[in-house]
């Protein structure tokens, strides 16, 4: 099985403006879950979401920010399990941008050291898709002054 997710995505927006998307907690909350995220390295903080114990999660991501190099580079640990300071799943996920002529190359690589979980690791496969089209959901409703319900 593999222990490392890689993908590639394409913003027609500048760098600035994906990275306000990988880093302002608010902003995070729209595509990802509900979180304490501050963009300081050595930061620890935490993603929240509903427990799914079909998957032996407790809904609850144990982070810590590791790298902040505004614009081009941003990690952070993401460990999880189902509770009582047991994880089943030990990771790092890096962002990288890449300004472009007419936008952004945003990467995303989630390495795991520690994956007994495989549904969870299964899940996060599929799972970072979804979540980045609604960054670029996000982005375009922003712009054009539109809200959803």
Same mark, same amino acid.
């Given at each position: 099985? $593999?222990?490392v997710i890689k993908n ?36 620890? %903080?935490?993603?929240?979401?509903n427990p799914l114990p ?16 505004? %614009? ?25 941008? +890449? ?9 995303? +690589?989630?390495?795991f050291s520690k994956n ?32 959803? $319900?």
């Amino acid at each position: 099985m $593999a222990s490392v997710i890689k993908n590639q995505f394409f913003f027609p927006h500048p760098p600035e403006t994906v990275w306000e998307y990988l880093t302002k907690s608010e902003l995070m909350e729209l595509w990802l879950m509900r979180n304490n995220f501050q963009p300081i390295a050595g930061i620890d %903080f935490q993603f929240r979401t509903n427990p799914l114990p079909s998957l032996d999660f407790d809904g609850i991501c144990h982070c810590r920010v590791l790298e902040v190099l505004p %614009f081009k580079r941003l990690s952070y640990s993401w460990k999880c399990g189902p509770g009582e300071g047991r994880f089943t799943l030990d990771s790092v996920v890096v962002w990288r941008l +890449e300004p472009t002529g007419n936008g952004t190359e945003l990467f995303l +690589e989630h390495s795991f050291s520690k994956n007994e979980n495989v549904n969870l690791f299964n899940g996060f496969a599929d799972g970072w898709i979804k979540h980045i089209k609604r960054i670029a959901e996000s982005i375009n409703t922003s712009q054009h002054g539109n809200t959803k $319900a």
